[in-house]
Nanobody, 126 residues
Framework: VQLQASGGGLVQTGGSLRLSCAAS????????ITWFRQAPGKEHEGVSC????????YYTYAVKGRFTISRDNAKNTVYLQMNSLAPEDTAIYYC????????????????????WGQGTQVTVSS
């Protein structure tokens, strides 16, 4: 499975970006897809997840109400719509795929994912 993350960029506080995670060779709806991010000097952090089979979604507390994850099976792409961006959202964002069926306590565990995209930089200026 090859994942291609795109859509990052430089945006001002309060702005929006939409990240895309596209796959080649497989159908993404077979996988649970999660967006992670890593800011300089900080731990890898799970941002949002869309579970395989039922499309249930999870969000880390810091992005609830601002970010929305969605899946377009026709385009074989998972999106992360990010609104009301703040400087603390600045990070490299990665999408990851796995066959897990996560629950609240497990979706953000990076070791459970088998395939990773290359990352896309999001920078939010104050």
């Amino acid at each position: 499975v090859q994942l291609q993350a795109s859509g990052g960029g430089l945006v001002q506080t309060g702005g929006s970006l939409r990240l895309s995670c596209a796959a080649s060779g497989v159908s993404l709806d077979y996988y649970t897809i999660t967006w992670f991010r890593q800011a300089p000097g900080k731990e890898h952090e799970g941002v949002s997840c869309i579970r395989r089979r039922d499309g249930y979604t999870y969000y880390t507390y810091a992005v609830k109400g601002r970010f929305t994850i969605s899946r377009d099976n026709a385009k074989n792409t998972v999106y992360l719509q990010m609104n009301s961006l703040a400087p603390e959202d600045t990070a490299i964002y990665y999408c990851a795929a796995g066959v897990l069926l996560p629950i609240q306590s497990s979706w953000a565990r990076s070791g459970l994912y088998d395939f990773w995209g290359q990352g896309t930089q999001v920078t939010v200026s104050s």
